[in-house]
């Protein structure tokens, strides 16, 4: 039948339709042949084959696979029929409702509309609060565009329209009695109902949990039979879903207790009420819970509060220069962080108009995802790396014809390992495209801190880093290969923590480790969960103390963070997190595989850019159509927990999985059997490889405790010394007559300290230092600078220092016998008679030394300088020698009492003289002698701006 006519097709019409299955069939069989080489022998493919079940086709498989339909036909396939095709029968039908191929141009550039700019709502504490803002000031302003492909549109929303909507939907769920603070669960694809069902619940008082969506809505019913474990773990009361997903209300309320129905927008909507919503949520309630993808064997949700979400938004926003001139187009799921939070409500924060797709429709046609970034003039846009690999593998220059990414002042490479292949070639192949180097951004953050948690410098190019593998590997320590180097380690920097938010690598006795040492990363912040959701044991583990374990490995250098690997098993696969121990239970329920036998970990697969999955079962059956049947049953497991088939499975002979003594499997030591050739390759030569392991690890942790050893006897000969240090030098300041002598004795004892402790002191420039009338100003990093200062500096250095010392019992005599200066802090008169004291002293020839930011903190950066040191300077008419110290925030980090080994090195710059005393100049002697520091201190500017004036009008020292 003709659809358009509903009269008989002809026979041509039915002869075209067959060549057209005929070619298709032959299509996906080269494709097969190509995915599967050794396999595909055994796989018939026939128009009823299941894509994913029987022909081991996965998302990024269909990519490739659509694409080669399109080339053969050329035709544009709909994104929809494509994404929801079972069979190769499907396929066929989809190419029934394809469009001619037009081609792309400069012709077709759209734009988004005009937007006038408008500020963010800087005074909301709750996600409900910024919504509102926005509604009152500006209700018909666009807020988010669903987009079909990168030019067919599915639907908008305003800000007023979104509001309206969602409190039509939290009335609804109020009356289906919805209490303020229990869970409601969102199982919806990308859609303008997911965007009104979240704000819905928000306002309901509720706190939403998104859970990811089936593929094809003929897996819903399995789907959600394995998302039952976080359903049961949040106590979801109330599931909102597709229309078609209310016929399992039954089945789920059997399954989770807490569940009281399964409802959709629509429905909710057409028979709301005027009923009355809760007031305003607090700050710290949660708005919030962020579930794992797949973690259902043992759930973890992330509770978020409004507070940690807008504090990260705003850091975020910061850090990137966000507003509501951006524009962001985004094809990452709602149901994680970063395109719920990262994408979406960050854009509903700072008026930011969104265009959103499914991640099907970019997983069928990645171009659609640049073409609507060059339609769009989009300016911010992210991706997990896999995404940048499909655009260079996937796609011919044919096409990008036209293409124009210039508008893009930064896209987010995030979510999962970032490859410094990957940004290379993307920024080579798409420059000739109009993409700047600079904007490609390695981004790092977890769920843990919303989302976010280091950005680079906006505008910087991907920095990597080339590391000795044999030193990162055995020793961990990060060393810079030499450039002839034929192997190194290449890491990306991830950036530098976000604005008002901490990292730090610990080593495993949880001390923090110095620049380029590889350790456990930890963090804290304003935008750091309170724990996980009903999960005591995993909370107490994830923090040490105030501190959070992000579960990965990484170091610091130059003030950016480098990953170096997961610490746990998680398989990353397409941006998805898989977990190995889910696979291996349902491989095991396959007849024929020994219960316990089965490993299943990931590899990375350089050609794709995210992880290969690799499945190890073992086997005593040995028939070979038996063997092939057995494989094709293991793929069908795989793909039923995970999602997609595994990309390799190994039928193994007994005994060919390691495992611990207490029976655990080790995933570490298969998958090295495997990487190596060696699997099941001689049952006999097992126990030695077993014991080669063991040797290994063994030797592994008696390195770690020699080197724990170490550090400890380290530190305590430090303390002994620097405690013999201070006493000496305490007992000659007390003894001596004269100032230069107690001085002299100082600097003596200082520099024997530092040799006797090993700490290398390089110098230069101290030789510019004159004898009398002049001001040094430090950057500070540690309680240590006073002491490499009292080291090296000529003369009698006046330190200022804040006037809580001068009362000290033993420090206060001490310090004024070396002629030390004091300033108050909270006293405002009393502070401008110590500024003139300060002045007094310079003009009768002391050299007075200052550090204008202060004081210091942990994290590494030059903080803004207050302007007290430079009035004294420009009132005195002293120059100021900048003074850059390197390496004591190594050696003695602030808030921490435990020394490291490390080498420091002080600098002194050209002076700079002031040029006037009025208010102006003053600030030009501010920032110059900053600008001289920043260069040269090898660490990032956390605070350009100018530092409100203190209360005491001249804090210069510690």
């Not at 973890?300 to 910061?318: C, D, F, P, Q, T």
Request: charged letters at 20%; hydrophobic letters at 45%.
């Amino acid at each position: 039948m003709s659809k358009e006519t509903g009269q008989p097709a002809s026979p041509a019409a039915v002869d075209g339709q067959a060549s057209n299955a005929r070619d298709v069939i032959a299509i996906v069989t080269e494709f097969v042949r190509e995915l599967h080489s050794q396999g595909a022998h055994s796989i018939e493919i026939a128009p009823s084959s299941r894509i994913e079940r029987d022909l081991g086709i996965d998302s990024l498989g269909r990519t490739e696979l659509t694409l080669r339909i399109e080339r053969v036909f050329q035709v544009r396939l709909p994104a929809g029929a494509v994404s929801e095709a079972e069979t190769v029968a499907d396929l066929g039908r989809a190419l029934e409702q394809a469009r001619p191929a037009k081609r792309r141009g400069a012709s077709r550039k759209r734009t988004a509309p005009a937007l006038p700019t408008v500020s963010a709502p800087t005074a909301a504490s709750t996600l409900v609060e910024a919504l509102e803002w926005h509604e009152k000031q500006h209700a018909d302003r666009l807020h988010l565009t669903l987009l079909e492909d990168e030019t067919a549109t599915l639907g908008t929303l305003s800000y007023g329209g979104l509001a309206t909507r969602a409190r039509r939907v939290a009335a609804a769920l109020v009356l289906r009695g919805v209490m303020p603070g229990d869970r409601v669960a969102l199982m919806l694809p990308t859609s303008l109902d997911f965007f009104v069902a979240f704000f819905g619940i928000l306002y309901a008082g509720a706190v939403p949990v998104p859970i990811y969506p089936p593929t094809r809505l003929s897996q819903l019913e399995e789907h959600v039979r394995r998302q039952a474990g976080i359903l049961g773990n949040a106590g979801a009361c109330l599931l909102i879903t597709m229309p078609e997903g209310r016929r399992l209300a039954g089945l789920l309320k059997a399954m989770v207790e807490t569940l009281k129905a399964v409802d959709c927008v629509a429905d909710m909507e057409s028979a709301s009420s005027e009923k009355e919503l809760p007031g305003p949520a607090d700050p710290g309630a949660a708005a919030l819970i962020q579930y794992t993808s797949g973690s259902t064997g043992d759930p973890k949700g992330v509770v978020l509060s409004h507070a940690n979400l807008l504090a990260n938004i705003r850091a975020m926003g910061e850090a990137m220069q966000a507003g509501s001139d951006d524009v962001f187009v985004s094809w990452l799921p709602l149901y994680h962080d970063m395109g719920l939070i990262g994408a979406w409500l960050g854009c509903l924060y700072y008026g930011a108009p969104l265009y959103a797709m499914s991640p099907l429709s970019f997983l069928t046609r990645p171009e659609s995802w640049l073409w609507a970034m060059h339609n769009y003039r989009a300016t911010l846009s992210a991706s997990p790396n896999f995404g940048f690999e499909i655009c260079l593998n996937k796609l011919s220059d044919s096409h990008l014809e036209g293409l124009d990414l210039s508008s893009l002042r930064m896209i987010a490479n995030g979510a999962e390992p970032v490859s410094a292949a990957t940004l290379r070639r993307f920024s080579e192949r798409f420059g000739r495209f109009g993409l700047s180097a600079s904007a490609l951004a390695p981004v790092y953050g977890l769920a843990e801190t919303s989302v976010g948690l280091a950005f680079p410098p906006l505008g910087r190019p991907p920095l990597i880093d080339r590391v000795d593998r044999q030193a990162l590997s055995t020793r961990g320590i990060a060393e810079v290969a030499n450039a002839e180097d034929p192997a190194p380690v290449e890491i990306v920097a991830c950036g530098q923590p976000l604005p008002r938010h901490e990292i730090r690598i610990v080593d495993d006795a949880g001390r923090e480790l110095g620049e380029r040492r590889e350790g456990k990363l930890e963090f804290r912040g304003p935008s750091a969960t309170a724990g996980y959701f009903r999960n005591e044991e995993q909370t107490r583990a994830l923090f040490h103390g105030d501190w959070l374990d992000s579960g990965d490995r990484a170091y610091m250098a130059g003030g950016d963070v480098f990953i170096t690997g997961r610490v746990k098993d998680i398989i990353i696969r397409a941006g998805r997190h898989l977990y190995p121990q889910e696979i291996e239970a349902a491989v095991a329920a396959v007849p024929g595989v020994r219960k316990g036998g089965v490993a299943a970990f990931g590899q990375t697969d350089n050609a794709s850019g995210t992880e290969r999955v690799v499945v190890i079962a073992e086997t005593a059956e040995t028939n070979p159509d038996a063997r092939a049947s057995m494989q094709e049953r293991v793929i069908a497991a795989t793909t039923d927990v995970a999602g997609s088939p595994a990309d390799e499975v190994v039928l193994a002979p007994p005994r060919s999985v390691p495992k611990t003594s207490s029976g655990k499997i080790r995933r570490g030591a298969a998958k090295a059997l495997y990487e190596d050739g060696r699997i099941g390759s001689d049952s006999r030569a097992l126990p030695l490889q077993l014991s080669s392991l063991m040797m290994l690890g063994i030797g592994t942790q008696m390195r770690r405790l020699t080197r724990l050893l170490k550090e400890l006897l380290y530190a305590a000969w430090w303390w002994a010394v620097l405690g013999l240090a201070l006493s000496t030098g305490a007992v000659a300041v007390l003894v001596l007559p004269r100032l230069s002598w107690r001085w002299h004795a100082v600097r003596r004892v200082c520099r024997a300290a530092l040799a006797v402790m090993g700490v290398p002191l390089a110098t230069s420039g101290v030789d510019r230092v004159p004898k009398e009338g002049a001001m040094l100003a430090f950057n500070h990093s540690s309680y240590f600078d006073a002491l490499v200062l009292a080291a090296i500096l000529p003369g009698e250095p006046a330190i200022v220092a804040k006037r809580e010392l001068a009362g000290h019992l033993l420090a206060g005599p001490l310090l004024r016998r070396l002629g030390i200066p004091f300033v108050e802090r909270h006293d405002v008169s009393g502070s401008l008679e110590d500024a003139g004291t300060l002045t007094s002293l310079a003009r009768e020839g002391r050299v007075l030394v200052v550090f204008p930011e202060g004081t210091f903190s942990r994290r590494p950066g030059l903080t803004g300088f207050y302007l007290g040191a430079f009035k004294v300077a420009a009132a005195a008419g002293l120059s100021i020698l900048p003074g850059i110290i390197r390496g004591t925030r190594s050696v003695l980090r602030g808030e921490q009492w435990f020394p490291r080994h490390g080498a420091i090195s002080v600098e002194i710059a050209d002076a700079v003289a002031p040029k006037g005393t009025d208010f102006e100049a003053v600030l030009k002697l501010r920032d110059a002698v900053r600008d001289a520091i920043l260069s040269r201190c090898g660490e990032p500017d956390l605070g350009g701006l100018a530092k409100p004036e203190p209360p005491h009008g001249v804090q210069v020292g510690q």
